[in-house]
């Protein structure tokens, strides 16, 4: 079998390392990125099941990267999870479009069980 892919934009190199570890262990491949400037590329290339997208993130940002995304003919039906430390979260992942949202500090069971609801 396959193994599902996610790809992680954060520019907390932290977060990335714990994050890839955790869902690597759990039979996933996992690529990241610190930078969203190239997100179509990057999901073009790498064709991932599931994003997770931090808000903060450099160049464009975390609500544009995911619009981008999501008003992209080929790629508007690949799931985002927004994670972000912001009180806005709730806002912010629906003014990004994005499926679902997952709170900083995250706990890491909620993560994977909303990763594991896109991916079943």
Same mark, same amino acid.
């Given at each position: 079998?396959?193994?599902?892919?996610?790809?992680?934009?954060?520019? !907390?190199?932290?977060?990335? @390392?714990?994050?890839?570890?955790?869902?690597? @262990?759990?039979?996933?491949?996992?690529?990241?990125?610190?930078?969203?400037?190239?997100?179509? @590329?990057?999901?073009?290339?790498?064709? *991932?099941?599931?994003?997770?997208? !931090?808000?903060?993130? /450099?160049?464009?940002?975390?609500?544009?990267?995911?619009?981008?995304?999501?008003?992209? @003919?080929?790629?508007?039906?690949? *799931?985002?999870?927004?994670?972000?430390?912001?009180?806005?979260?709730?806002?912010?992942?629906?003014?990004?479009?994005?499926? !679902?949202?997952?709170?900083? /500090?995250?706990?890491?069971? !909620?993560?994977?069980?909303?990763?594991?609801?896109?991916?079943?």
């Amino acid at each position: 079998m396959n193994k599902k892919k996610i790809l992680i934009f954060d520019d !907390d190199t932290t977060i990335l @390392e714990v994050i890839s570890i955790i869902f690597e @262990e759990n039979g996933y491949q996992v690529e990241i990125s610190e930078t969203s400037h190239d997100i179509l @590329e990057r999901v073009a290339q790498y064709k *991932p099941d599931v994003i997770l997208m !931090d808000n903060w993130i /450099p160049k464009i940002g975390g609500v544009e990267a995911t619009r981008l995304l999501k008003n992209h @003919e080929e790629f508007k039906h690949i *799931p985002v999870i927004y994670v972000t430390a912001n009180n806005d979260i709730v806002a912010l992942a629906k003014q990004a479009q994005a499926d !679902d949202y997952v709170a900083k /500090p995250f706990n890491l069971e !909620d993560l994977e069980e909303k990763v594991a609801n896109f991916l079943h």
